[in-house]
T-cell receptor, first 112, second 114 residues
Framework: KAGVTQTPRYLIKTRGQQVTLSCSPI?????VSWYQQTPGQGLQFLFE???????NKGNFPGRFSGRQFSNSRSEMNVSTLELGDSALYLC???????????FGPGTRLTVL | SQKIEQNSEALNIQEGKTATLTCNYT??????LQWYRQDPGRGPVFLLL?????KEKRKERLKVTFDTTLKQSLFHITASQPADSATYLC?????????????FGSGTQLTVLP
């Protein structure tokens, strides 16, 4: 089976812009979670989608949003980018009801 | 508040020795605990999951213990190799209703010296 894929792998934006990141989960996985990883804060949970519904949300401002499509693919959007949004954004998928997270390679976002 | 702590940011050991990494948690009552490996610039990779009713779990050179009384998990790599050098993360799941959130520790960067 193909693993979790994320596009793009690298992205450079300027403050105030918005960005959309994409994630394709492992075939058959219905749960997709998004994480932000920075050197200072580590790996932090953003939100989880299951069957096109946001099932849980971490402690991030409303500028961070996401959605999931009927084929389980997910997108994450960050509006009005700030310098502090520079991070590695990771997507992870898991089978329905399972515990293990399978991570993608991440998207490295740099905000200038 | 809930907290996960991994014993040190960095750990250096000699090749062939056993590496022991620690994960402590407070204000959790986890049903299980997971360990992941992360290489630079890559996403974490799942290694092992241990449930609250399991004292110990092994996979090849890896061993995980879980003490719910001490609120601690130990992760051992025996006969360590330079290829084991990576950051190791422990993770606990908290659940509210049907919603669940995986919370990660800050990680321990292991370097195995040849």
């Amino acid at each position: 089976k193909a693993g979790v894929t994320q596009t793009p792998r690298y992205l450079i934006k300027t403050r105030g812009q918005q960005v959309t990141l994409s994630c394709s989960p492992i075939s058959g996985h219905r749960s997709v979670s998004w994480y932000q990883q920075t050197p200072g804060q580590g790996l932090q949970f953003l939100f989880e989608y299951f069957s096109e519904t946001q099932r849980n949300k971490g402690n991030f401002p409303g500028r961070f949003s996401g959605r999931q499509f009927s084929n389980s693919r997910s997108e994450m959007n960050v509006s009005t980018l700030e310098l502090g949004d520079s991070a590695l954004y990771l997507c992870a998928s898991s089978p329905e009801g399972r515990d293990t997270q399978y991570f993608g390679p991440g998207t490295r976002l740099t905000v200038l | 508040s809930q907290k996960i702590e991994q014993n040190s940011e960095a750990l250096n050991i000699q090749e062939g020795k056993t590496a022991t990494l620690t994960c402590n948690y407070t204000n959790y009552s986890p049903a299980y605990l997971q360990w992941y490996r992360q290489d630079p610039g890559r996403g974490p990779v799942f290694l092992l999951l241990i449930r609250e009713n399991e004292k110990e779990k092994r996979k090849e050179r890896l061993k995980v213990t879980f003490d719910t009384t001490l609120k601690q998990s130990l992760f051992h790599i025996t006969a360590s190799q330079p290829a084991d050098s990576a950051t190791y993360l422990c993770a606990l799941e908290s659940q509210a209703g049907s919603a669940r959130q995986l919370t990660f520790g800050s990680g321990t960067q292991l370097t195995v010296l040849p």
